[in-house]
């Protein structure tokens, strides 16, 4: 069985990999996205809302996309920090981003039950949960 960091660490690998990762996620899964850094902001539901949103965000950017995760903190059995930087290529402008990023990961068997972003730790922190 998989601890919530393992499964956390195995996503992020994926993503750099330039895989989904969606097995990971609960078919339920909620999520959202409400750091300025990114382009949707809200609360959605379930893995086709996520697949929707990630093939618009991944669509502006270059292959190679790279998460560096610089700390993985547990808040609770099932909660965990991320915090580190996503380095990304505008696919037609070709300008390099490189964007800090707070999440908040919750997994309950084995599965991301919930994935919050955030522009900073103190946000995450604070996220009512």
């Known amino acids: 069985m998989k601890s919530p960091a393992d499964l956390v660490t195995a996503v992020y690998a994926e993503w750099n990999n330039?895989?989904?990762?969606l097995e990971h996620f609960h078919p339920d899964v909620e999520w959202e996205m409400s750091s300025s850094a990114f382009d949707q902001t809200?609360?959605?539901?379930?893995?086709?809302?996520?697949?929707?949103?990630?093939?618009?965000?991944?669509?502006?950017?270059?292959?190679?996309?790279?998460w560096e995760i610089e700390g993985l903190s547990p808040l609770t059995e099932d909660q965990l920090l991320a915090v580190g930087r996503l380095t990304v290529v505008g696919r037609s402008s070709g300008l390099a981003t490189d964007v800090a990023v707070?999440?908040?990961?919750?997994?309950?068997?084995?599965?991301?039950?919930?994935?919050?972003?955030f522009d900073d730790r103190e946000s995450a922190l604070n996220a009512e949960r």
Do not use: K, N
């Open 18 to 21: 330039g895989e989904w990762g």
């Open 42 to 66: 809200g609360r959605s539901r379930g893995r086709d809302a996520l697949m929707r949103y990630w093939r618009r965000f991944w669509g502006a950017w270059q292959p190679g996309a790279h």
């Open 102 to 117: 707070f999440h908040l990961w919750t997994v309950r068997d084995e599965h991301v039950v919930q994935l919050l972003v």
